[in-house]
Protein backbone atom coordinates (compact mmCIF):
# COMPACT_ATOMS: atom_id res chain seq x y z
CA UNK A 1 0.00 0.00 0.00
CA UNK A 2 1.58 2.82 -1.07
CA UNK A 3 0.95 6.12 0.67
CA UNK A 4 2.14 9.50 1.70
CA UNK A 5 1.92 11.51 4.92
CA UNK A 6 2.64 14.94 5.41
CA UNK A 7 3.74 16.39 8.71
CA UNK A 8 4.75 18.93 10.47
CA UNK A 9 1.56 21.58 10.16
CA UNK A 10 0.52 23.62 13.21
CA UNK A 11 0.16 27.43 14.40
CA UNK A 12 2.74 30.04 13.96
CA UNK A 13 3.28 33.52 14.29
CA UNK A 14 4.08 36.41 11.36
CA UNK A 15 7.22 36.25 10.02
CA UNK A 16 8.10 33.06 11.64
CA UNK A 17 9.43 29.53 10.13
CA UNK A 18 7.80 26.18 9.93
CA UNK A 19 8.97 22.80 7.76
CA UNK A 20 6.79 20.22 6.01
CA UNK A 21 7.67 17.07 5.51
CA UNK A 22 6.28 14.42 3.32
CA UNK A 23 7.18 10.59 3.81
CA UNK A 24 6.48 8.42 1.22
CA UNK A 25 5.96 4.40 1.53
CA UNK A 26 4.95 1.36 0.10
CA UNK A 27 6.75 -1.00 -2.82
CA UNK A 28 6.24 0.91 -5.53
CA UNK A 29 8.91 3.73 -5.45
CA UNK A 30 11.77 3.58 -7.45
CA UNK A 31 12.35 7.68 -8.64
CA UNK A 32 9.42 9.96 -8.36
CA UNK A 33 9.04 14.16 -8.87
CA UNK A 34 7.49 15.59 -5.64
CA UNK A 35 5.31 18.73 -5.26
CA UNK A 36 3.25 20.76 -2.54
CA UNK A 37 0.24 22.66 -3.46
CA UNK A 38 -2.15 24.30 -0.65
CA UNK A 39 -5.68 25.25 -0.28
CA UNK A 40 -6.87 28.18 2.17
CA UNK A 41 -10.55 28.22 2.98
CA UNK A 42 -12.80 29.00 0.52
CA UNK A 43 -10.28 29.23 -2.12
CA UNK A 44 -9.13 26.97 -4.96
CA UNK A 45 -6.02 24.85 -4.55
CA UNK A 46 -2.93 25.79 -5.83
CA UNK A 47 0.57 25.49 -6.43
CA UNK A 48 3.54 25.75 -4.13
CA UNK A 49 6.62 24.16 -5.11
CA UNK A 50 7.93 21.38 -7.37
CA UNK A 51 10.81 19.52 -7.24
CA UNK A 52 12.47 16.79 -9.59
CA UNK A 53 13.80 13.42 -8.26
CA UNK A 54 17.44 14.45 -8.19
CA UNK A 55 16.54 17.80 -7.18
CA UNK A 56 17.78 19.50 -10.12
CA UNK A 57 14.92 21.15 -10.78
CA UNK A 58 12.36 23.24 -8.69
CA UNK A 59 9.64 25.56 -9.48
CA UNK A 60 8.02 27.94 -6.69
CA UNK A 61 4.57 29.85 -6.74
CA UNK A 62 5.58 33.36 -7.52
CA UNK A 63 3.53 33.90 -3.84
CA UNK A 64 5.96 32.09 -2.00
CA UNK A 65 9.35 32.27 -4.10
CA UNK A 66 12.35 33.82 -1.65
CA UNK A 67 10.07 32.53 1.15
CA UNK A 68 10.01 29.04 0.69
CA UNK A 69 12.12 26.24 -0.08
CA UNK A 70 11.41 22.54 -1.34
CA UNK A 71 14.47 19.95 -0.92
CA UNK A 72 14.15 15.93 -0.27
CA UNK A 73 16.05 13.25 1.14
CA UNK A 74 15.71 10.42 -1.08
CA UNK A 75 17.20 7.82 1.10
CA UNK A 76 14.48 8.11 3.52
CA UNK A 77 11.97 8.51 1.13
CA UNK A 78 11.07 12.19 2.57
CA UNK A 79 10.29 15.79 1.16
CA UNK A 80 10.76 18.77 2.86
CA UNK A 81 8.81 22.67 2.20
CA UNK A 82 10.57 25.35 4.71
CA UNK A 83 8.49 27.49 5.50
CA UNK A 84 10.01 31.18 6.10
CA UNK A 85 8.36 34.53 6.59
CA UNK A 86 5.26 33.24 6.76
CA UNK A 87 2.31 35.61 6.59
CA UNK A 88 -1.27 34.72 7.89
CA UNK A 89 -2.30 34.62 3.56
CA UNK A 90 0.13 30.82 3.67
CA UNK A 91 -2.62 29.79 6.21
CA UNK A 92 -4.06 26.90 4.05
CA UNK A 93 -3.95 22.39 4.32
CA UNK A 94 -0.41 21.74 2.44
CA UNK A 95 -0.81 18.69 0.45
CA UNK A 96 2.71 16.44 -1.41
CA UNK A 97 1.70 14.77 -4.18
CA UNK A 98 3.98 12.56 -6.68
CA UNK A 99 4.21 11.65 -9.62
CA UNK A 100 6.20 8.62 -10.25
CA UNK A 101 9.07 7.51 -12.82
CA UNK A 102 11.49 10.00 -14.42
CA UNK A 103 9.22 13.71 -14.71
CA UNK A 104 10.93 17.10 -13.33
CA UNK A 105 7.62 18.46 -12.16
CA UNK A 106 4.71 20.48 -12.08
CA UNK A 107 2.44 22.79 -11.25
CA UNK A 108 -0.77 21.20 -12.98
CA UNK A 109 -2.64 18.97 -10.10
CA UNK A 110 -3.17 16.61 -12.97
CA UNK A 111 0.02 15.54 -13.70
CA UNK A 112 0.70 14.12 -9.81
CA UNK A 113 -0.29 10.33 -9.30
CA UNK A 114 -0.20 10.14 -5.26
CA UNK A 115 -1.53 12.79 -2.91
CA UNK A 116 -1.50 13.01 0.81
CA UNK A 117 -4.20 14.03 3.02
CA UNK A 118 -2.78 17.06 3.79
CA UNK A 119 -1.48 18.99 7.07
CA UNK A 120 -2.92 22.41 8.18
CA UNK A 121 -0.48 25.75 8.72
CA UNK A 122 -2.41 28.54 10.44
CA UNK A 123 -0.56 31.69 10.42
CA UNK A 124 -1.56 34.42 13.04
CA UNK A 125 -1.02 38.37 13.10
Known amino acids: QDQLVESGGGLVQTGGSLRLSCAAS????????SGWFRQAPGKEQEFVASISWSGEYTSYADSVKGRFNISRDNAIHTVYLQMNNVTPEDTAVYYC??????????????????WGQGTQVTVSS
Open 97 to 114: AIRRGYFNGASQRERYDL
Open 26 to 33: GHNFNVYA
